[in-house]
């Protein structure tokens, strides 16, 4: 699906590179989360992922990343915003029209969709982000959460298969986060879309990812399952990446001998202690 193969680059107004020798293979329908500290190359490598870079934002950029086999510098990012969405951190920015049926008829109307499939394709998105009520509502009167939603919903009309999210909740209150996940934990079981999350927050990603990828100084560091990278606490707390406080506890239950293995949700963690 994604093939990234030794891809370095470096913004005209920096000295250093952000990213620094990436080497990553997504499949199609897996859940790769990107953590890592603040500067890492999280946001960078995503923009690479529907070739906003090197295609809108420019620098030194060499390697290669593949899209189902093509290359992001061989077609426009238009090209590739049929396959790839992407979702940023604030929601504002990503919408537009008075109406959320008008947001989200918006992209496939630039593609000459006709106009019976986009109905059925906005109608589809709202139900799988539980939003069907809000269709003739203004953008600007949903709650973070929802507005969150909306670009989501936005970004499916597209009919994408991979879905790129940047923080997505970092603006969102408790309730706005757990309504973001839950439709990215649904899309994920339920339309088997790929997904790659850029989070903070490491509790939905021992969740939901079916891998975790970690970046420091524009390299990745360590990548595996959420179980492999969450028990190496030692070099995520260096990193000032917090685990789980669930994976945490059961660490240290572990290393005294307590416990067999780290839990990564709360229900192994009983299971640990039954």
């Avoid at 510098?73 to 109406?99: C, D, H, W, Y």
Wanted: proline fraction near 5%; include cysteine.
């Amino acid at each position: 699906m994604i093939e990234i193969k030794d891809l370095h680059f470096k913004y005209h107004s920096q000295k250093e590179e952000v990213l620094n020798g990436i080497n990553l293979n997504i499949k199609k329908g897996e859940f790769v989360s990107i953590i890592g500290p603040s500067g890492c190359g999280k946001s960078t490598l995503c923009l690479t992922l529907n070739g906003i870079i090197p295609k809108t934002i420019t620098g030194e950029f060499s390697g290669d990343v593949f899209i189902d086999g093509i290359s992001t510098r061989e077609k426009e990012v238009s090209e590739f915003s049929k396959k790839v969405g992407m979702i940023l951190q604030n929601p504002e920015s990503q919408l537009f029209a008075m109406t959320v049926e008008e947001e989200l008829a918006f992209g496939p109307e630039n593609l000459a969709v006709p106009r019976d499939e986009i109905e059925e394709r906005i109608s589809w998105a709202l139900s799988i982000v539980n939003m069907e009520n809000k269709r003739d509502e203004f953008p600007g009167n949903l709650s973070g959460g929802q507005k969150q939603r909306i670009a989501i919903a936005a970004s499916l009309t597209m009919m994408p298969e991979v879905l790129v999210l940047d923080e997505p909740t970092s603006q969102l209150d408790p309730v706005g986060k757990r309504e973001v996940f839950r439709v990215l934990r649904d899309l994920h079981k339920n339309e088997k879309m790929t997904i790659v999350l850029v989070e903070h927050k490491t509790e939905p990603i021992a969740e939901l990812s079916d891998r975790v990828v970690v970046m420091d100084k524009g390299k990745v560091v360590l990548e595996g399952t959420p179980r492999h990278v969450f028990e190496k606490v030692p070099i995520l707390r260096e990193l000032g990446i917090m685990v789980p406080d669930i994976s945490y506890l059961t660490y240290l239950l572990k290393e005294g001998g307590y416990v067999k293995d780290i839990a990564l949700t709360i229900e192994e963690g009983r299971r640990l202690f039954i």
